[in-house]
């Protein structure tokens, strides 16, 4: 039975889960994984060999292939099909849009048609590929609201905020990064509301993670880390587990947080139990981590303290008990790293990168971190945030190949340069 939009935090059901839940006695506990205590593993030990410098590189990594394969498919013979991502519109990086490209950088489109200093972000596909979740952030209030559309652009839709229904707070409600499960039946999504501390960045009152029926109804709180700690910090980015029992966010302390002022990757299961800090917080990993196909290894990005984009931080993966934390790129680094997410196949891993001084494009790297290839070569864009599909790569208008097409824009690319 369908049931109508509520807050969970007035039904039962999320009080018998506060309790019986591991979460509320774990944020003071700041319990990690079953491998590693944060501060445990020295930084200058959690460094890989220095991979592939073939960075130029234009070679693609993977075919495209006819896809649509359902929620559950083994990594074997998933089809790799498109990337979404978002990329900013303006220099300004005021406004951002959700675009595809297919897996060697064409096929470029532009799905979401934002207003004016409106950011288009944290894209999700849904398992079949038809359908790309987002969040959209208003340039007033600089709130998030979630919203779906279809592969080519049609039907963009806003699904109804928690609040809009009377059962919630509306104070200052944020909503964004959803995902979805990969039954496809659940979006997960973080949600933040309350009164903002002037004095801590507009650090919100309240936030914690929530799943939901794509269509926005039935509705539940997964997370309590703020309910007895307002301002403590803010959660965001959630990533399934392949078997859709776990989910992986990122969790953000604030200034009155413990420690403060840093992130790191937690794990909690899908029924809100076993809740666990994944990363040491002096690695500062954050945004969306990425489970590979097979659920063995989660994919992560570091970010140095500072501004968004700082240069210093690396991609790195980790066993889901928390043990066996293992650098993808060297270090130390001159260069921003973004997130990063495996093809749907597992051979390959997408991110995103800026060198010092450049526009961030994206890139592609075995596993393993080496063979890193450069897959775009937009100097006017900044590029964020990729996620990689199965939706179906559409075919070159011209009867090109879809390696050909690239090869001559970049070379269009640098003749517009020279000129």
């Known amino acids: 039975m369908t049931r109508t939009r509520q807050s969970p935090r007035s039904t039962p059901e999320a009080r018998t889960r506060a309790s019986a839940g591991a979460g509320l006695l774990l944020l003071s506990a700041l319990l990690t994984g079953c491998g590693a ?15 592939s410098t073939a960075a130029e590189s234009t070679t693609a990594t993977a075919s495209p292939g006819v896809v649509g394969a359902a929620a559950g498919t083994p990594a074997a013979t998933a089809h790799n099909g498109l990337i979404v991502g978002g990329v900013f519109l303006n220099t300004a990086r005021t406004t951002s849009a959700i675009v595809t490209l297919a897996p060697d950088g064409t096929n470029w489109h532009q799905v979401t048609q934002p207003p004016d200093r409106t950011r288009d972000d944290r894209p999700d596909w849904s398992p079949d590929g038809s359908t790309i979740a987002f969040d959209r952030t208003d340039p007033r209030s600089g709130a998030a609201s979630l ?5 080519n652009g049609d039907g963009a839709h806003q699904i109804d905020q928690l609040c809009e229904t009377g059962t919630a707070d509306c104070t200052n409600e944020d909503e964004r990064a959803p995902a979805y499960s990969p039954d496809g039946k659940q979006l997960a999504f973080s949600r933040s509301w309350g009164a903002l501390d002037q004095a801590d960045r507009n650090q919100i009152q ?14 539940q709180r ?21 078997d859709g029992k776990q989910l992986t966010f990122e969790y953000r302390t604030g200034a009155t947080g413990q420690p403060a002022n840093s992130r790191a990757i937690y794990v909690v299961a899908a029924d809100g139990t076993g809740l666990r800090q994944l990363t040491p917080w002096e690695l500062r990993a954050g945004d969306r981590a990425n489970w590979s196909p097979d659920g063995t290894q989660i994919l992560f990005t570091t970010y140095p303290a500072g501004r968004a984009d700082a240069p210093g931080g690396g991609i790195y993966t980790v066993h889901p008990d928390g043990t066996a934390i293992g650098a993808l ?14 093809a749907p196949d597992g051979k390959s891993i997408v991110f995103a990168q800026a060198p010092a ?5 994206l890139y592609t790297m075995r596993p393993d971190g080496t063979g890193i290839a450069r897959l775009t070569n937009d100097r006017d864009s900044w590029l964020t945030r990729p996620a990689w599909g199965t939706a ?7 009867g090109r190949s879809s390696a ?12 517009l340069q020279d000129e």
């Open 37 to 51: 205590e944060p501060g445990e593993i020295p930084l200058s030990e959690i460094q890989a060999d220095a991979p």
């Open 206 to 219: 309240y936030s914690d993670l929530y799943l939901m029926s794509p269509d926005g109804t039935d509705v």
């Open 329 to 342: 790129t060297p270090a130390p680094s001159n260069v921003f790293y973004g997130t990063a997410s495996y």
């Open 222 to 242: 997964l997370t309590f880390l703020t309910n007895d700690k307002p301002y403590s910090g803010q959660v965001s980015n959630p990533s399934w587990s392949p």
């Open 404 to 415: 050909q097409a690239q090869s001559r824009r970049w070379e269009e690319d640098e003749e």
């Open 357 to 361: 001084g450049s526009e961030a494009d």
């Open 147 to 151: 919203w779906t559309v279809s592969t």
């Open 392 to 398: 179906p790569v559409p075919p070159q208008p011209d």
